[in-house]
C-alpha cells in the first residue's frame, strides 16, 4: 500500500480577533495547541472557516509565524494560500515552505465565475512553477458553493500527472457523496494523492472509499469525537458511531445560522473568550439572542457517546 | 442643478502583459494616454476589464504609480480597489488618495456568497473610517453576475446618508435598466451622488435618468464613439446615436467569446502590439483562430457612423 501524502482530522482554524478586527494571536496560539491536543492530526491556516479571504497576505503571513513561534510543529501545518490572484498565492506558499510547513491547500482563482479547466490548470500550475520548490505539496480546494468554481475530476488528474511531486491531494467541501467518489478515481489513479472531505459526516464514506481523513469547521468544536471515528472506522459500528458523530453539525446548521458564526460562537462559549465572537465583514457575528438559540439546540442534542 | 462627483466617459483599464505575465508598464502607459486623447474623460485602474483582481496589491499600487508618474494627471484617475480582504481594500484606497487620484471604485468582499447587508455597509465602513481621509471619494460597484454579491438600493442609500463625504457613487454592471432607475432613486435623494451604467448600451438611458455617464469596457476599443453620445445625449437624434453606438458590443460579444480576451484581442489587432493578447490565469486569451472569427465578425459589422 502506498502511504498518503497526508491523511488524519484536521481543523481548518477559526480566526479569533481583537476589538480592531485584528488577528488575536495569544488566543489564536493558545487555540492551535487545544485542537492538537485534542484530538487533530494537524492543521489547516487559513480556510474558509478561518476566514482566510478576509486578511491580508500580509495578516495571513504574520500569524503562521506567530503559531509557529509558539512552538506548534511546522509539519502538521498546512497553510491555505488561496486568493483571487496567482501571485498573491506564489507568495504565500513560498513563505510557508520557507517556515517548513507541511503544504499549502489551494482554492481556485475565485474572482471570474466562468472559467474553463485550462484557465484553472495554468493557475495552478502558475503557482508551482514559480514557487519551483520540489518540496511544495498542493492540495487543492474544492467548494464551488462558496468559491463558484469547482474542480473537476479530469482536472486534478491532468493536475496529479503534470505536477506528481506537487499536485498531491484535494479537499471535497461540496458535501456531494457522488462527488467524493470521483475524486477517489483520481486518487485510485495517482497513488498516494490524499482526497478529504470537508464535512465529517462523510467521513466513514471517505475512508472507506480509500480517502485520507478531514478538515472540517466541526473540528474546531469537537475535534475529540471526529478523531474516535477516525481512529475506529473499520470498526463493526462504525455506521452508527458515524451517525452519532452527526449530531453536533444537525444540531448547530440546523439553525439557518452561518456555520463560521456558530462554531465561533460555541468556541466562544466554550472558552468564555469575547475574541471568537468577533468576524471580519462582510461575515457577522451571531447576535446574543442568535447564541442562545444555538446553545439551546446544541444542548438538547448532545448524544450520551460510548 | 447639484453638481455631480464625478462625471464622463471612463474606460476600465485593459491590462498589458510581458512574457512572464507581469504588466508591460510601457504599453499600459501608451494605452492610457490613447484613452485620455481619444475620449475618455478618465480611467479607471484595476476593474474587472483591468484583470484587478488577478493582481496583487503591491502590483496594483506599482502600476498606478508608474502611470502617474509618466504624466498621467492623478486627478482624472480611479483606482479599485476591490479585494476580498478589507484590510487591502484600505491599504490600496490609501495608496490611490496619496497619490492624489480622484477616488477609488470598490467591489463589495467577494469570497463569500451569503451575506447580508449589514456585513457589506460594515466592509465599506471598515475601509471609509480606517483610510480616514475626508478627501476619499468611494464609487461602489455593482456588478453581481461576476463578484456574486449585489449591492442592494437600500444599502447605497444608508451608505450615502452615513457617509455623505465618501459615499458618492455607484457603478452598476447589471447591465438591468430597472435595477439601474433604482440607483437613479438613491442619486436623487443625495444630490452628489453619481451612477454610472457599467455598459455603453445603457449610457442614453442613465445620462435621462440622471445619471453620470459610463465606464464600460467597449470604452477600451471605441472611446471615441462612446463620447460622442455621451455630449450629444440631449440631441435629437439621440436614439438612433445609441442603437448605432451598440454595434461593437453587438458583434464582439456576440461570438460568445470571453468580453475582455475580445476586448484585448481588438487592442491587439489596432496596436500590433503582442502583449495585449495576454492574460492572467484562470482567465484564457483568445486562440489564433477565435480571433480571426472575432475580427470577422467586427468587420462585417462596421457601420458608416454619421
Same mark, same amino acid.
Given at each position: 500500500m502506498t502511504s498518503l501524502s497526508l491523511s488524519g482530522v484536521f481543523?481548518?482554524?477559526?480566526?479569533?480577533?481583537?476589538?480592531?478586527?485584528?488577528?488575536?494571536?495569544?488566543?489564536?496560539?493558545?487555540?492551535?495547541?487545544?485542537?492538537?491536543?485534542?484530538?487533530?492530526?494537524? $492543521?489547516?491556516?487559513?480556510?474558509?472557516?478561518?476566514?482566510?479571504?478576509?486578511?491580508?497576505?500580509?495578516?495571513?503571513?504574520a500569524a503562521v509565524d506567530a503559531v509557529l513561534e509558539a512552538g506548534? #510543529?511546522?509539519?502538521?501545518?498546512?497553510?491555505?494560500?488561496?486568493? #483571487?490572484?496567482?501571485?498573491?498565492?506564489?507568495?504565500?506558499?513560498?513563505?510557508?515552505?520557507?517556515?517548513?510547513?507541511?503544504?499549502?491547500?489551494?482554492?481556485?482563482?475565485?474572482?471570474?465565475?466562468?472559467?474553463?479547466?485550462?484557465?484553472?490548470?495554468?493557475?495552478?500550475?502558475?503557482?508551482?512553477?514559480?514557487?519551483?520548490? #520540489?518540496?511544495?505539496?498542493?492540495?487543492?480546494?474544492?467548494?464551488?458553493?462558496?468559491?463558484?468554481?469547482? $474542480?473537476?475530476?479530469?482536472?486534478?488528474? &491532468?493536475?496529479?500527472?503534470?505536477?506528481?511531486?506537487?499536485?498531491?491531494?484535494?479537499?471535497?467541501?461540496?458535501?456531494?457523496?457522488?462527488?467524493?467518489?470521483?475524486?477517489?478515481?483520481?486518487?485510485?489513479?495517482?497513488?498516494?494523492?490524499?482526497?478529504?472531505?470537508?464535512?465529517?459526516?462523510?467521513?466513514?464514506?471517505?475512508?472507506?472509499?480509500?480517502?485520507?481523513?478531514?478538515?472540517?469547521?466541526?473540528?474546531?468544536?469537537?475535534?475529540?469525537?471526529?478523531?474516535?471515528?477516525?481512529?475506529?472506522?473499520?470498526?463493526?459500528?462504525?455506521?452508527? &458511531?458515524?451517525?452519532?458523530?452527526?449530531?453536533?453539525?444537525?444540531?448547530?446548521?440546523?439553525?439557518?445560522?452561518?456555520?463560521?458564526?456558530?462554531?465561533?460562537?460555541?468556541?466562544?462559549?466554550?472558552?468564555?473568550?469575547?475574541?471568537?465572537?468577533?468576524?471580519? #465583514?462582510?461575515?457577522?457575528?451571531?447576535?446574543?439572542?442568535?447564541?442562545?438559540?444555538?446553545?439551546?439546540a446544541v444542548a438538547a442534542a448532545e448524544p450520551v457517546l460510548a
Amino acid at each position: 500500500m502506498t502511504s498518503l501524502s497526508l491523511s488524519g482530522v484536521f481543523a481548518p482554524v477559526l480566526t479569533p480577533m481583537d476589538k480592531d478586527l485584528t488577528i488575536d494571536l495569544p488566543l489564536y496560539i493558545e487555540f492551535c495547541h487545544w485542537l492538537l491536543d485534542t484530538g487533530c492530526h494537524g $492543521l489547516v491556516l487559513f480556510g474558509t472557516n478561518s476566514e482566510a479571504t478576509s486578511f491580508s497576505v500580509a495578516e495571513r503571513m504574520a500569524a503562521v509565524d506567530a503559531v509557529l513561534e509558539a512552538g506548534i #510543529p511546522a509539519e502538521k501545518l498546512v497553510v491555505g494560500n488561496g486568493t #483571487p490572484a496567482v501571485s498573491d498565492g506564489v507568495e504565500l506558499a513560498r513563505h510557508a515552505l520557507a517556515a517548513g510547513c507541511h503544504g499549502v491547500m489551494t482554492l481556485p482563482p475565485f474572482y471570474y465565475p466562468k472559467v474553463s479547466d485550462e484557465g484553472l490548470f495554468r493557475a495552478f500550475a502558475y503557482i508551482i512553477e514559480r514557487v519551483a520548490d #520540489p518540496a511544495l505539496k498542493m492540495y487543492f480546494y474544492h467548494i464551488p458553493q462558496i468559491s463558484g468554481i469547482g $474542480l473537476s475530476a479530469e482536472l486534478l488528474d &491532468r493536475l496529479a500527472t503534470a505536477f506528481p511531486t506537487a499536485a498531491v491531494g484535494v479537499k471535497d467541501s461540496s458535501g456531494d457523496p457522488e462527488n467524493l467518489r470521483r475524486f477517489h478515481q483520481v486518487a485510485a489513479a495517482h497513488p498516494g494523492f490524499s482526497v478529504f472531505c470537508g464535512t465529517e459526516s462523510l467521513l466513514l464514506a471517505n475512508m472507506r472509499g480509500g480517502g485520507a481523513g478531514c478538515i472540517s469547521g466541526m473540528a474546531n468544536v469537537i475535534p475529540d469525537q471526529i478523531r474516535v471515528l477516525y481512529d475506529k472506522y473499520r470498526d463493526g459500528d462504525a455506521d452508527v &458511531r458515524q451517525e452519532q458523530l452527526n449530531w453536533m453539525r444537525n444540531a448547530a446548521l440546523g439553525t439557518g445560522f452561518n456555520a463560521i458564526a456558530a462554531a465561533k460562537a460555541l468556541t466562544a462559549a466554550r472558552t468564555g473568550a469575547s475574541g471568537w465572537l468577533r468576524m471580519r #465583514p462582510p461575515l457577522v457575528e451571531l447576535t446574543p439572542a442568535q447564541q442562545q438559540v444555538l446553545h439551546a439546540a446544541v444542548a438538547a442534542a448532545e448524544p450520551v457517546l460510548a
